[in-house]
Every structure is written in C-alpha cells, then in structure tokens.
C-alpha cells in the first residue's frame, strides 16, 4: 500500500551533528533528507557521487574547492564527485534534501 510520508518528521540530528534518512533509491539515483545542527566544522567529503543539494529551512555555511558559501532557504548547488567539501556551520533546526547520482 502506498503511504505519504513527511519530510519534517524524524529524528533531531545530534548535538553539533547530522542526522541522514533514506527518502528514496534506485540504480543511480538516491535522496536523503538531512538535519543538521553544526556548530563546528563538520567532516570532509570527496564523494564518488554527484551531490545535488537543497536547503529547505534554516542556514548553512560550506566550504566547497575553497570557497565559502553562505546559503539560506531554497539555494540549492550542484556538487560534482569528487570536489572536496564540509559544512561549516548551520542554524539549529536546518534541514536538507541531498539527491545522489552516479
């Protein structure tokens, strides 16, 4: 039976943490919802994945190749593989929508 399902429902991310939750998957293709709450840095990625992402509530600082990027509220930006990247910072209650393809 197909159910809804609600992307603001789901565990809080830790304390200066991220918290991933499988949305969808499928050869090539998967979606993540993302909460985070950092407060310091948090860990490098360099991903075999392109990394679509879309902030969909609060603030977020990352560091891409480099750069520093400042996002709010409906930015999205497109990670290519392999482009090294973190996040800085977010505001408290921040959540995400990560799409992965290969």
Same mark, same amino acid.
């Given at each position: 039976?197909?159910?809804?399902? %609600?992307? *603001?429902?789901?565990?809080?991310?830790?304390? %200066?943490?991220?918290?991933?939750?499988?949305? *969808?998957?499928?050869?090539? +293709?998967?979606?993540?919802?993302?909460?985070?709450?950092?407060?310091?840095?948090?860990?490098?990625?360099?991903?075999? !994945? %392109?990394?679509? +992402?879309?902030?969909?509530?609060?603030? /977020?600082? $990352?560091?891409?190749?480099? !750069?520093? $990027?400042?996002?709010? /509220?409906?930015?999205?930006?497109?990670?290519? /593989?392999?482009?090294?990247?973190? +996040?800085?910072?977010? /505001?408290?209650?921040?959540?995400?929508?990560? +799409? *992965?393809?290969?």
């Amino acid at each position: 039976m197909i159910r809804p399902s %609600n992307l *603001f429902e789901g565990p809080p991310p830790p304390e %200066n943490g991220e918290c991933f939750t499988p949305l *969808f998957e499928s050869p090539g +293709v998967r979606i993540e919802g993302i909460r985070s709450c950092l407060k310091t840095p948090g860990e490098w990625y360099d991903q075999e !994945e %392109n990394e679509w +992402v879309m902030l969909i509530r609060g603030e /977020a600082m $990352l560091e891409i190749a480099g !750069e520093v $990027l400042e996002l709010r /509220a409906g930015d999205h930006l497109l990670i290519p /593989a392999h482009i090294p990247h973190r +996040v800085l910072s977010t /505001a408290q209650d921040t959540y995400w929508l990560g +799409v *992965f393809s290969s």
